[in-house]
């Protein structure tokens, strides 16, 4: 159901990535099936070219193709299945073809100038791939830390959309990804970037307004790839934000 019947490849990895994180699998769980049938749609919608495998499609574009990328290679990652080889590397082939030549980041189209928000889904892609021992072209990392130097602010503690700046969304976004990167912890702009996020906290039940949950979803990871107390102190707030916010009925 929905109305946005173009984006149907990425609601479907969105929705294939909950079951995996919590280990349930097209070969373990209690919803195996579910998650066979999800896959199995994806392989299927993959447009195959000589640059890869796409999901771009018109309402997600490459939203959609970074989304579906992570889902296969966090389910290759964790089953070794070879039916999942072959399209996941051809989804991580795709982003390194449609990553900006000239600027190292990606945005709706392919080989367009990137922003933060289009990159961040892609070099999460990148990371489970990494994690499930596919093969990454060099280059293509290299370019995206350059991509991420060219919106930093701050040294690199704060993050831009296109151009340097320091959006609570764009900086949770930028962070993340030089995490993924290899940025170590001692890193300083790491340090003063992740007590910035901390100090302000997640976005929760603001007045008269919607919580900034683009913010919430990467802030949040970067706070539990950082761990002790401030990752303590920012889940008690999201976990019970987020069970006292959950809709009880209907779908």
């Keep these: 159901p929905g109305t946005l019947d173009q984006a149907w490849n990425a609601a479907t990895g969105l929705a294939l990535l909950p079951f995996l994180g919590a280990g349930q699998t097209h070969k373990e769980g209690k919803y195996q099936q579910t998650v066979a049938r999800g896959l199995q749609f994806l392989v299927s919608r993959m447009q195959r070219s000589p640059q890869g495998g796409s999901f771009h499609e018109s309402g997600g574009n490459m939203y959609s193709h ?15 299945d070879r039916y999942l080889l ?13 990553q900006d030549p000239v600027g190292g980041g990606w945005r709706y189209q392919p080989r367009q100038k990137g922003d933060t928000s289009v990159v961040g ?40 959309y296109t151009e340097p700046g ?3 969304a764009t900086t949770a976004i930028g962070l993340l990804c030089r995490m993924m990167l290899g940025w170590k912890k001692d890193t300083p702009a790491l340090e003063r970037g992740v007590q910035w996020l901390s100090n302000r906290g997640p976005n929760i039940n603001p007045a008269g307004g919607t919580a900034n949950m683009y913010y919430n979803y990467y802030a949040t990871q970067v706070l539990r790839h950082w761990e002790g107390d401030l990752w303590n102190q920012w889940n008690v707030k999201m976990r019970d934000s987020l069970i006292q916010t959950q809709a009880k009925q209907g779908h």
């Design 86 to 98: 072959e399209p996941a590397q051809a989804a991580i082939n795709f982003i390194a073809y449609a």
């Design 66 to 80: 970074g989304i579906c990328a992570i889902a296969l290679c966090e389910a290759y990652a964790m089953t070794k």
């Design 166 to 168: 320091a959006g609570p």
């Design 121 to 160: 889904w892609q070099i999460m892609a990148l990371k489970s791939a990494h994690m499930a021992y596919l093969q990454l072209p060099l280059p293509t990392i290299k370019n995206a830390s350059k991509f991420l130097d060219s919106v930093q602010s701050e040294s690199g503690a704060k993050y831009g």
